[in-house]
T-cell receptor, first 115, second 114 residues
Framework: NAGVMQNPRHLVRRRGQEARLRCSPM?????VYWYRQLPEEGLKFMVY????????ESGMPKERFSAEFPKEGPSILRIQQVVRGDSAAYFC?????????????FGSGTQLSVL | QKEVEQNSGPLSVPEGAIASLNCTYS??????FFWYRQYSGKSPELIMF????GDKEDGRFTAQLNKASQYVSLLIRDSQPSDSATYLC??????????????FGQGTILTVHP
């Protein structure tokens, strides 16, 4: 039973380029979360999605960031026109539906480096 | 005041000792509390969760929750060098959120030396 799969593991972009981070949840999980971990900081919630729906994007920066979880395929976190401050580890987590206390299972993360 | 605050550490204990990690939270309506372990460069791994006041034990780990004091702790008995990691306290708040929107503390680095 594969865990939460994220790719790429490392992503290097120059300022102004686009970054696309992918996440496939655990089998049977229909809830996906994206968290960001900046250097020397804790994990920060970004967005919560279910299939074809954004449920809570209160942690997403207002500009340049977007997320989707299509009916087929992985969830995508997209960062347009990246800046150096976007350099961070981006973790995806998933959980099954209908779980009252929502334990999260995290993927290995994508380390984004902006040059 | 930070929403979730952990003792800053780093915390260093000898092998075989008890490591005590502490966390306070500001949202009095918080419902669920989690401890994650994160090795350097790796993903967070859930090791304990607690919802009710009191103690919850799982092997060498004990989570303690005191909602009146807004305090949650993690005790690691018989600490091993393999326990050396960053421990993240996470809280799921009130406000009707029934999903996994967690607020994390900044983490406490634990080092267990032989």
């Amino acid at each position: 039973n594969a865990g939460v799969m994220q790719n790429p593991r490392h992503l290097v972009r120059r300022r102004g380029q686009e970054a696309r981070l992918r996440c496939s949840p655990m089998k049977g999980h229909s809830h996906v979360y994206w968290y960001r971990q900046l250097p020397e900081e804790g994990l920060k919630f970004m967005v919560y999605l279910q299939k074809e729906n954004i449920i809570d994007e209160s942690g997403m920066p207002k500009e340049r960031f977007s997320a989707e979880f299509p009916k087929e395929g992985p969830s995508i976190l997209r960062i347009q026109q990246v800046v150096r401050g976007d350099s961070a580890a981006y973790f995806c987590a998933s959980s099954p539906a209908g779980t009252r206390y929502e334990k999260l299972f995290f993927g290995s993360g994508t380390q984004l480096s902006v040059l | 005041q930070k929403e979730v605050e952990q003792n800053s550490g780093p915390l260093s204990v000898p092998e075989g000792a008890i490591a005590s990690l502490n966390c306070t939270y500001s949202d009095r309506g918080s419902q669920s509390f989690f401890w994650y372990r994160q090795y350097s460069g790796k993903s967070p791994e859930l090791i304990m969760f607690i919802y009710s006041n009191g103690d919850k034990e799982d092997g060498r780990f004990t989570a303690q929750l005191n909602k009146a004091s807004q305090y949650v702790s993690l005790l690691i008995r018989d600490s091993q060098p393999s326990d050396s990691a960053t421990y993240l306290c996470a809280v799921k708040g009130a406000g009707g959120t029934s999903y996994g929107k967690l607020t994390f503390g900044q983490g406490t680095i634990l080092t267990v030396h032989p």
